[in-house]
Nanobody
C-alpha cells in the first residue's frame, strides 16, 4: 500500500508559479511510476505529467509542455520519495484539483491516489 500526500496548491495570478509536492509513504523511487493528474469542475480527469525513474521516462501533456516540470527526489537514508511538479507561466485554464498518483512498474493503471490539492489561477 502506498500513501500519497500532496501539498503546495493555492491561488495565483496568471503568469505566476506554484510548486506542488507529493510525498509517498514508502520507497517508490525506481519502483513505481508517479504522476500528476488534474480535474477541473465539469471536465474529465487529465494526465498532466508522469515520471518513471526506472526507465528514465517523463511525459507531459501538450497543454503544459514548456511550462511544467516533474521531478522526483529521494534520500538514501529515507524510505520515502517526493515527486515535485513545478508549474510556471500559469494560465486560468490550469485551474483544477491536482492529484498525485502511483502505479507499479508492470501495471498500466494508477492504483494509488492522494487526496488532491487545489490550484486556482486568476486572470
Amino acid at each position: 500500500q502506498v500513501q500519497l500526500v500532496e501539498s503546495g496548491g493555492g491561488s495565483v495570478q496568471a503568469g505566476g508559479s506554484l510548486r506542488l509536492s507529493c510525498e509517498a509513504s514508502k520507497y517508490t523511487y525506481n519502483r513505481y511510476c508517479m504522476g500528476w493528474f488534474r480535474q477541473a469542475p465539469g471536465k474529465e480527469r487529465e494526465k498532466v505529467a508522469t515520471i518513471c525513474t526506472m526507465i528514465d521516462s517523463i511525459y507531459y501533456a501538450d497543454s503544459v509542455k514548456g511550462r511544467f516540470t516533474i521531478s522526483q527526489d529521494h534520500s538514501q537514508d529515507s524510505p520515502v520519495s517526493t515527486v515535485v511538479l513545478q508549474m510556471n507561466s500559469l494560465k486560468p485554464e490550469d485551474t483544477a484539483m491536482y492529484y498525485c498518483a502511483a502505479r507499479e512498474r508492470a501495471s498500466t493503471v494508477y492504483t494509488y491516489w492522494g487526496q488532491g490539492t487545489q490550484v486556482t489561477v486568476s486572470s
